[in-house]
């Protein structure tokens, strides 16, 4: 493409993040940064939190989660997703009892899926 702009970089983003190369997609989000005149969004900011999860980038996770002024469930709900994958669900259930969000169906199967890959059946019990 000659002229790249945030809808393509996210479509890359998120394409890199979902066929399980969440590090590539978090390295073209940093490149795409560095091109003043893209205007970051909602959508962007959900793709590079979709390929920390995917690549466990537990810090790179909370460093773009903190940059996004009003979070929306999707975004939580990808940071709970980025936790449980982790393995860290004390702090998936802290986060998730911060934001009083244990009445949205999409946290907790998030939560679920990050128990599922850890076979952590005990995680389920703080709900």
């Known amino acids: ?9 996210t479509v890359m983003i998120l ?6 190369q969440g590090e590539l997609g978090v390295n073209l989000f940093r490149e795409m940064e560095k091109d003043s005149r893209i205007g970051i969004d909602q959508f962007t900011y959900a793709a590079v939190l979709h390929a920390c999860s995917t690549a466990c980038m537990v810090e790179k996770g909370w460093f773009y989660f903190n940059r996004i002024r009003v979070p929306k469930v999707t975004h939580c ?5 980025l936790l ?14 911060e934001r009083h969000l244990e009445r949205h169906p999409e946290v907790l199967r998030a939560l679920l899926d990050g128990c599922r890959i850890h076979r952590q059946v005990k995680s389920l019990e703080i709900f």
């Not at 790249?4 to 970089?9: G, L, M």
């Not at 709900?77 to 997703?81: H, T």
Request: charge should be negative.
């Open 1 to 9: 493409m000659k002229e790249k702009d945030v809808i393509s970089w």
């Open 15 to 20: 394409g890199y993040s979902i066929h399980g």
């Open 77 to 81: 709900v990808l940071m709970v997703s």
């Open 84 to 97: 449980a994958r982790a393995g860290l669900f004390d702090e998936a259930r802290i986060f998730i009892e």
